[in-house]
Each structure stands twice: as structure tokens, then as C-alpha cells.
């Protein structure tokens, strides 16, 4: 098994220094949808996440207990995808931090230290989860069908770091830290989204008045439909026959593959003004909102982004141009707003992919007070989102250090200080 990375530290090979073992096999009339005290919980290749993830476990009855002990995933384990369709799931693993009982899959494959004084438990999984070692497991995967297998021979032979026991702990405590921060980071995201959730469901319903308090009452009294809110436009998509069209092309021509974000800064294809003039588009302006009509994405999610600079759509979008009465950011919060709705009733199934229907579309209403209520909403609603973008930008550089801090602990690139005193060396 070839490994890219190059260490910079002494190596030996995997294989003496792991004890090995495969998965429990069973039949189905031994699964039971329930636990009882008869049954063990077993780890499937679906429960094999970023962290284990216990929420679909099956449950199986009459595994005498010998089997069960010799196929359980006990504390200090790793637990391995060892055979799977896509050969980038193999070789994905999750540590078991405490006995909970836990048998695993046939398609699994556990390893733990042969020697705990000598491998430590923690540093064996994060070395089998770095993207070197990762990477060596998929390009190595065997198997002439649709079903990919990892080689335990060649797993055997991967590159160990022959490092100290006080290194290994100190560099999995580090990537532990890590990890804690980058799970506390995904929390408070979730907790800021589901505030703003609520702040969105209060401010477009019951509005706030001058002194920027909550009204009592919902506003009925001001709701308007989405088409009133100003000039809605298609798109379409210039030949592709003529280069003239696309080649040197600065105008970001918008699909749904490129409504990933809030904003609209770029695209992924660009088209020239000649393209514009010849498939008739409009160039729409920083401020105007484009939501997508035509995508398989709208089983489930009603994307919208605003535009930071001129833009095209092709045929699949519809971009609103606000009329002047109605703030820009204020359409595009009020339009997320109406995600759920879209896709519940407004989303009719096509031949080929979902799409919304425009007539249905631009009879939803929604509340539209006067221009300086929506801009006070609008303050308050861009503080929450800027608030959920600096932690998921907190977010991004916790993964981009963890990435480094991988390939340069677990190669030695970078050493760890260790205290002689805890230096086993």
C-alpha cells in the first residue's frame, strides 16, 4: 500500500504492531426493531460517520456469547469500513471511546494495538484517519464488481511513525482539542441559525415598530403577494456553438449550481455581452435576487441569493428586480422566509427534475410594511446572519488547521515537545 506523504520520522510496518478482526455475519429473522436485555446492538457500515453515529442501529437476537465477544467493538477500538460500493468509503473509521455493548458489521473491520504500551489507541485511529493513510486505503481497494474490499495485507504493511507513546498521546490530545472546538463551533451555528429561524418568523409576521419592538398582532393588514414585489424575469442560455458567445466572457451566467450562497459574486460559467444581446437576457444589478425554479435540489431546498455584482441566470432561475418600494435585502430575507411553503405547495414533480410553479409562486403573500420598517428589519435580520457567517467562517479555519495539523503531526513534519519526564524514550 502506497502512502503519498512523506515521513519525516523512522517507520515500521502496521501490521505487528494491530490486532485484527472482522465483523459478526447474521440472518434476518435475527433482527429484532427493538433492544431488550436478549439483544446486542451492532454498528453497520451507515453508523460509520465522522463520529459514530448510534441513531439506525439494528438490533440481534440469539448470538451466543462467545460470537459476541470476539465480534464486539470495545473501548479503545477502531472500527473500519471494509467493504463497500464506493471505494471511498473504505477504510472511513470511528473510535469507540467506551464500552457500550456494541458488536460490529461483517462489511466492518476492527483494529486496536497489539501492545497498548507500545501503539496508543487514540494515535492509532487518528493515524488511520489522516488523509495520507486514507487515500492509501482507496487506491488500493480490491475487488473485480461493484463491491470494493480492503486489503488486510496490505493494511499490514502501511508506514507506522515510530514515535514515542508520549508523542503519540500528546499529538491525539491535540487533535482531540481540535475537534472539540470544531464540535462546539458546529453547535453554536446551529443554535444562531435556529435563533435567526425565529427572529425571521417574528419580524415577517408581526413586524417591528419605531422604537424596535415586536407588534402585538400579526400584520395581516400589510401583507402583499410576491409578485407585487417588483419586475420578475427569466433566463436562458446563449448557443453553445458560438465561442463568441462564452470565450473571454466576465458576465458570471448563474445556474442552480451556483446558488450555494446568500450572495451572488461569481459563477462558474461566464458569457460575453454578445452572448447577452443574442439570447435576449437581461443583466441584472448588485441587489437584485435570483431563486431557483427548475432543479432537482427544490425536493427539499428553496434556494435564493442576492446579487453583489451584475449577473445573468440561465432558463432554470428567476431573478427579481425589487420595485421602489421594497428594500433589496429585505425581499431576499422575506423570500427565505418562504422556503418551506415553496417546496410544500408551489413544487410540482416534472419528467425529468422539480419545478415551481409561477403562478402559485406569485400569489404567496407576505408581509410588506412601509420601506423604513423593512430596512429596521433588515438590521436586525443582517446582524444574525453576520453573526452565523463569522462562526462559519471560525469554522472553516478549525477544519483548514486540523487538515495541517494531520499531515504534519502524524508525518513528523512537525514534532511535539514532550517533558523528559514523560518521555518514554
Known sequence: MRV?????????DLGPCIEI?????????????????????????????EVLDTTDLVHLAGIPLGAAQVHKATKDWTIMVGSNGNPERVGNAVFIREDEGYLFASFLVGITPADATDLDPAYLYRYINS????????????GTTGLKNISLKELAKLPLPDISISEQCRIAEILDTVD????????????????????LHDLLTRGIDENGRLREDSAYSEQHAVGELGVWTGGGTPSKQHTAFWQGGDIPWVTPKDMVSSWIDDAQQHITMEGVRAASLSVHQPGDVAVVFRSGILRHTFPVSAGRVPFVVNQD????????????????????????????????????????????????????????????????????????????????KLFFLKQGLMHDLLTGKVRVPIDEEGDDE
Not at 192 to 199: N, R, S, V
Open 4 to 12: 503519498k506523504a512523506a515521513f519525516e520520522v523512522p517507520t515500521k
Open 21 to 49: 478482526r472482522r465483523g459478526i455475519s447474521w440472518s434476518l429473522d435475527m433482527e429484532r426493531e427493538l433492544p431488550s436485555e436478549k439483544t446486542w446492538p451492532v454498528i453497520r457500515i451507515p453508523n460509520v460517520q
Open 131 to 142: 488523509p495520507a493513510i486514507q487515500q492509501a486505503i482507496t487506491d488500493s481497494v480490491a
Open 180 to 199: 472539540e472546538a470544531i464540535r462546539t463551533t458546529e453547535r453554536l451555528i446551529d443554535k444562531l441559525k435556529a435563533i435567526k429561524t425565529g427572529l
Open 317 to 396: 432561475l428567476k431573478v427579481l428586480h425589487p420595485g421602489d418600494h421594497v428594500d433589496s435585502r429585505y425581499a431576499f430575507h422575506a423570500l427565505c422566509a418562504l422556503g418551506r411553503r415553496v417546496i410544500q405547495i408551489a413544487v410540482k414533480a416534472g419528467t425529468t427534475v422539480e419545478s415551481v410553479d409561477l403562478r402559485t409562486f406569485l400569489a404567496f403573500d407576505l408581509y410588506l410594511p412601509d420601506i423604513h420598517e423593512q430596512q429596521r428589519i433588515v438590521c436586525l435580520l443582517d446582524e444574525a446572519d453576520e453573526c452565523i457567517f463569522a462562526s462559519e467562517t471560525k469554522l472553516e
